[in-house]
């Protein structure tokens, strides 16, 4: 079993910056597949951007690429999600997600694929 734990959510204004942080419990998650997707109300849950932890490869939504960046800090098994130049589309609650199964670039984007959730953090993006 696998437990994740997110952190770093808040409310910025358009154009800002935030930085959201999930640490990892339990069983090792060396090869993972690691990420974040992100669910607004009403919408269904996205992927946002996610990592392999075999790899470090990583993949990106269309709507983040080039603003958001996915890392892994090994020694303190957290993984990082740093946001740029975050607009009012960005609002939502982001989770952590973990994947025994590893990433590929067909499916990376799944969310049956991952069996592991954390709690969610909410960002909150204003004009």
């Known amino acids: 079993q696998v437990q994740l734990v997110e952190s770093g959510g808040g409310s910025v204004q358009a154009g800002g910056s935030l930085r959201l942080s999930c640490t990892a419990s339990g069983d090792s998650v060396g090869g993972y597949c690691m990420g974040w997707f992100r669910q607004s109300p009403g919408e269904e849950r996205e992927a946002v951007a996610v990592i392999s932890l075999a790899t470090y490869y990583t993949y990106f939504d269309d709507s983040v690429e080039g603003r958001f960046t996915i890392s892994r800090d090994a020694a303190k098994n957290t993984l990082h999600l740093q946001m740029n130049s975050l607009n009012i589309e960005d609002t939502a609650t982001y989770y952590c997600?973990?994947?025994?199964?590893?990433?590929?670039?067909?499916?990376?984007?799944?969310?049956?694929?991952?069996?592991?959730w954390g709690q969610g953090t909410q960002v909150t993006v204003s004009s």
């Open positions: 997600a973990a994947s025994q199964r590893g990433c590929n670039s067909v499916s990376w984007s799944y969310r049956e694929r991952y069996n592991y």
